[in-house]
């Protein structure tokens, strides 16, 4: 037997990148078809998250790029009357050696109920700012939840 999909809670892990741009038009659209929500995790790339614990990088500006982005997020969402909700992860810890963005993804899926995952799968090519390259294959390998690889 076949159980029909019925998304509640669409989860979409952003990253700053055009790539994950259009992660979120996918999610949205699965969202409106399924009168869903999208929540958008914004996940810190290893090289900003060690920046942050050193103090190296300058907290208003990075709260600035994170809200330029989120603001591209919710104009994209809110055009298809979406609801939208949002949050920031570190996708690297230097205190926590298993945390990494794909269990960052996974865990926040759980932690809110997202009943289907939607991540952008980014050529690796060696860019430090291509976070989420990095968690794709894991979140296809481990999720619970249905999950599009775009």
């Keep these: 037997m076949t159980v029909p999909l019925s998304p509640s809670l669409v989860l979409v892990p952003v990253d700053g990148s055009e790539e994950s741009l259009s992660a979120v038009e996918y999610a949205t659209a699965i969202a409106a078809e399924y009168d869903a929500a999208v929540h958008a995790l914004y996940v810190v790339s290893e090289d900003l998250a060690r920046a942050i614990d050193t103090g190296a990088v300058d907290?208003?500006?990075?709260?600035?790029?994170?809200?330029?982005?989120l603001e591209a997020v919710v104009d994209v969402v809110d055009g298809a009357g979406v609801p939208?909700?949002?949050s920031m992860a570190y996708g690297f810890s230097t205190r926590q050696l298993s945390r990494h963005p794909g269990s960052v993804v996974l865990d926040t899926a759980e932690e809110l109920g997202a009943d289907f995952v939607v991540v952008p799968r980014e050529p690796?090519?060696?860019?430090?700012?291509e976070v989420l390259a990095k968690a794709a294959e894991y979140v296809l390998l481990y999720a619970s939840q249905p999950v599009l690889s775009v």
Excluded: C, I, N, Q
């Design 59 to 69: 907290d208003a500006s990075l709260a600035a790029d994170t809200e330029a982005f």
């Design 84 to 86: 939208l909700s949002t």
């Design 124 to 129: 690796v090519s060696g860019d430090p700012d």
